[in-house]
Nanobody
């Protein structure tokens, strides 16, 4: 069974950066996808970035150019580098795991396994 544990959230000023981490334990046989999602106050959970075990990547239009998703296989850790942060990026950020990755898309319903989340707060 896959377990996910996020860290790295915090409070930053507008324009700042943060690097989120997600340690993955358990089943991780290829192929699989790992994603970052976020949930802003009063909003539905939305996709941020996605990476496939073959290293394909994508990011949502709302953060494209400001985020970078990566995976260190030696550390079983997923990362999300957030740059040029804006107050509207304030949210709980979650990592998620999808074995098989039959469809490469940023859809929360495709992911059966989730971490507990890490809070990112951006002040103006």
């Amino acid at each position: 069974q896959v377990q996910l544990l996020e860290s790295g959230g915090g409070s930053v000023q507008s324009g700042g950066s943060l690097k989120l981490s997600c340690v993955i334990s358990g089943y991780t046989y290829s192929p699989y996808c790992m994603g970052w999602f976020r949930q802003r106050p009063g909003k539905a959970r939305e996709g941020v970035a996605l990476i496939h075990s073959d290293d394909s990547r994508m990011a949502s239009n709302s953060v494209k150019g400001r985020v970078s998703v990566s995976h260190d296989n030696t550390k079983n850790t997923l990362y999300l580098q957030l740059n040029s942060l804006k107050p509207e990026d304030t949210a709980m950020y979650y990592c998620a795991f999808q074995p098989g990755c039959h469809v490469f898309r940023l859809s929360a319903s495709d992911f059966p396994t989730w971490g507990q989340g890490t809070q990112v707060t951006v002040s103006s």
